[in-house]
């Protein structure tokens, strides 16, 4: 029967497998509502809408997820609606429950996916795509959208990868991009009131009925038209879908306030990647990073309240017992009240032994006032910093504006106060690039171990070098350029390698972790790629593809040789979605879907890349018209409120 327990099926499977913990559920604060909980209509019509959200990953990754764990919470609010959540399964589970029939489950009821109104999943990286196949084909939901009947949940996409859905197209029903919180409530209400009516047109009218609001994108509705060459000639609403809309906007959520979510953040019962309440300060960034499909995406800035920060924290600690609090946001330094948020925070947890951390902090966003409030009440760990670019040069064409003093200076302030270590963060094979711009990452981490040991007088002085490789991403202005191939970012490294370690005096105090070329020109296809791309998705998943964000997991043979025949015969290959520089009146596969940002700004601002022109933050200046604000009607929303977070009272 629908929404019956599967977990005397699932029991006998657990110890068969490692960490059978991520399948139990139960966790603090998780929730398992009533299958029936809205009741019935007059005419006994079904009024519960039920939602399985998924994070395409392992429990020790998607469980801490920040996305998910807001829309599991504001969905199971509603009393008329269920949310549970599902994650990727092993291999080994994956094998057991396909040998004993079991359906992909989730982990609140260990309820069949199948029996769900929506499979929902949070796309943050491209590389989760054949673990979201893995989970609709185990759920026993047919592979293609084409495929499914009025008995299947729709399949809908949410995440910075929704952003451009076309490499899934085929395997997904729907996509929202942008924010979720009002959009998945406004898809509930529709889904209802498609139920109370009795179901009229099955999942066809129900699809219709959401690609006409215009901010749900249904890939069934479009049709694209290809060139002789290659290139897109059109994107269009089929003929048939009347009513479907040119262009597909996003969601933004304006007065974060208002959205105090999670109230009650999860607690997991097995070890994760973050073992912390976390609280978004701000969602949104001005910064202007070209790279940062994240900062374009999210436009505008809008800051939670220094008030409403302290309440969640309060309510969070409370309902988990954690004992770090992580203050979020893409450049969390940038809250214009974050002086003000930390020092109260820990004023008000002192003794307490409650930390609290930041993400990476810019390099001109940080002091020592800041950085030692943050550890006041914790324990005194390595700062982290993202110059992103070796040179003062590159760093123009990204647009970050930091100088190479900037960062010295900031390093030499943070070993006089007593730091040990720093890790930086880079990239590779950014656009216009060259040998000189990478090796010049060496000559500054050398900097930074002789001035910290001039100004601490101690030879214990560590910097890591952490390098990234550049994928150009859709909604950016860098969404025309050339990717460096995976052999020429490879040799590159090298390169920089051999230059930390020629000197012998300063190079045995710098770390470097990097990651080779090959992962990026994969994810390169999947987040630059069009329709076609996902026979190769398919291919690589066929042919055992799992879990391609772990490098223990990723096989890039597999995924050349699976692209060398899904595009035999056919005018693109794996280098013409990847290393080939697009030109400005190219269609690009993500064009129907608005992100507010104008394409002719993008573009501006791409030949200023390459003019090494920087760009100033619009918070704090002239609005230079992206297009975002009016587009979608929002504007920036920054303090500050001149409130202070005062201590809690005990009664």
């Known amino acids: 029967m629908a929404g019956e327990s599967l977990f005397a099926q699932l029991e006998p499977l657990l110890e068969q497998v490692s960490k059978p913990i991520q399948y139990v559920g139960g966790e603090l604060n998780s929730k398992v509502k009533d299958w029936h909980c809205g009741g019935v209509g007059p005419h006994g019509e079904e009024l519960t809408v039920r939602w399985t959200l998924m994070y395409p990953d392992a429990y020790e990754i998607g469980l801490p997820n ?80 084409a495929d499914r009947t009025d008995d299947d949940p729709i399949v809908l996409i949410g995440g910075h990868a929704a952003f451009n859905p076309e490499p899934v197209a085929d395997f997904i029903d729907a996509a929202v991009i942008g924010d979720g919180e009002e959009a998945l409530l406004r898809i509930t209400d529709l889904i209802k009131a498609w139920k109370a009516e009795g179901r009229p047109g099955g999942r066809r009218e129900l699809l219709l009925r959401l690609a006409r609001t215009g901010g749900v994108y249904v890939p069934a509705f479009y049709d694209v038209d290809y060139l002789p060459d290659g290139r897109i000639k059109r994107v269009a609403p089929s003929p048939a879908a009347h009513g479907v809309p040119w262009r597909v906007s996003k ?58 920060i302290g309440e969640m924290v309060e309510k969070g600690l409370a309902a988990t017992g954690f004992e770090e609090v992580g203050l979020l946001s893409l450049s969390s330094a940038d809250h214009s009240e974050i002086g003000d948020i930390t020092k109260g925070l820990a004023d008000r947890y002192e003794g307490s032994q409650t930390g609290l951390s930041l993400p990476s902090t810019r390099v001109d966003a940080f002091n020592i006032d800041l950085a030692n409030e943050l550890t006041r009440n914790g324990r005194r760990s390595g700062l982290t910093f993202a110059p992103e670019g070796g040179s003062e040069r590159i760093r123009k064409v990204i647009n970050k504006m930091v100088s190479e003093e900037d960062l010295i200076n900031t390093v030499a302030a943070a070993f006089s106060a007593g730091w040990r270590q720093v890790k930086l963060y880079f990239m590779c094979g950014l656009p216009t690039e060259t040998d000189e711009d990478v090796l010049q990452i060496a000559d500054l981490a050398k900097r930074v171990i002789e001035t910290g040991r001039k100004v601490s007088g101690r030879k214990d002085i560590r910097c890591t070098v952490s390098i990234g490789g550049f994928v150009p991403k859709p909604h950016t202005p860098f969404q025309w350029a050339a990717q460096l191939g995976a052999e020429e970012t490879d040799v590159r490294l090298a390169k920089l390698k051999d230059a930390i370690k020629s000197d012998r005096r300063l190079g045995s105090s710098i770390g470097m972790r990097y990651h080779d070329g090959k992962p990026g020109i994969v994810e390169g296809l999947l987040s630059r790629g069009d329709r076609r791309v996902g026979a190769v998705i398919e ?113």
């Open 66 to 145: 920040q996305g998910v764990m807001i829309l599991y919470e504001v969905l199971g609010e509603r009393p008329d609606t269920i949310a549970e959540r599902s994650y990727s399964v092993w291999a080994d589970m994956e094998a057991a429950m396909r040998d004993a029939g079991v359906p992909q489950f989730t982990v609140d009821g260990h309820r069949a996916v199948r029996d769900f109104d929506v499979f929902g999943f949070s796309l943050s990286t491209e590389l989760g795509y054949t673990n979201m196949l893995t989970a609709i084909d185990l759920a026993g939901i047919p592979l293609h959208s």
């Open 539 to 651: 291919a690589v998943w066929r042919d055992g593809g799992r879990f391609d964000g772990w490098s223990e997991h990723f096989s890039y043979d597999r995924w050349m040789d699976c692209a060398a025949t899904a595009f035999e015969g056919s005018p693109v290959d794996v280098a013409w979605y990847t290393t080939r520089e697009r030109d400005e009146n190219e269609v690009l596969p993500w064009d129907h879907l608005d992100s507010g940002l104008d394409k002719d700004w993008l573009w501006d601002d791409w030949q200023d890349a390459i003019d090494e022109r920087e760009l100033d933050d619009c918070r704090w200046t002239p609005c230079y018209d992206c297009g975002v604000c009016p587009q979608m009607n929002t504007e920036i929303q920054i303090g500050p409120t001149g409130k202070k977070l005062l201590p809690l009272t005990v009664i």
């Open 251 to 308: 969601h933004t959520v304006m007065d974060l306030d208002a959205w105090p979510y999670p109230k009650q953040p999860l607690v997991p019962l097995a070890e994760t990647v973050h073992e912390r309440m976390s609280v978004e300060i701000f969602r949104g960034c001005t910064r202007g990073c070209r790279f940062c499909q994240a900062g374009m995406i999210t436009r505008p800035v809008r800051e939670r309240s220094i008030t409403g």
